[in-house]
């Protein structure tokens, strides 16, 4: 049984479903358990947890009954996924390679450990993704 995992709302599910699909296996290891690119739903798991699923944005919405709503607008981030990866120049440029959008390439940050490494992209919905390795 899964604890926790994320579940992003997404407005494109296509394109999210897609980039994921690509990048989880090869970045962590993750199979998807569930979905595809119709959606409305997909999910990745690592072992046998859930790591992180996909929800088309509009089915959320007319399930809570919020679909009146405004859509989300450009703000500071509230969130962020974390990826622990081996190698982080290659983590953040096989995400660029397939849709990502570049934020911070891959630098040290030592006051966050002495063997910090972190890089950072949005995926194909803006959601920031950060890769690091210690």
């Not at 970045?27 to 690592?46: F, N």
């Not at 919020?66 to 440029?93: C, G, K, N, Y």
């Amino acid at each position: 049984m899964d604890a926790a995992y994320p579940r992003l709302l997404v407005a494109d599910f296509a394109d999210s479903f897609r980039f994921y699909a690509a990048v989880l296996p090869q970045l962590i290891g993750a199979h998807r358990t569930k979905g595809d690119a119709e959606g409305p739903y997909a999910s990745w798991d690592l072992g046998h947890e859930g790591v992180i699923s996909l929800l088309d944005r509009a089915a959320m919405a007319a399930l809570a009954g919020t679909a009146e709503l405004p859509q989300p607008s450009p703000a500071q981030d509230t969130s962020m996924l974390v990826f622990r990866v081996p190698d982080v120049a290659v983590a953040h440029a096989f995400c660029l390679d397939r849709g990502a959008r570049h934020v911070a390439g891959p630098a040290d940050r030592p006051a966050w450990g002495p063997t910090c490494r972190t890089a950072h992209v949005r995926d194909p919905e803006g959601h920031l993704l950060e890769f690091q390795s210690y």
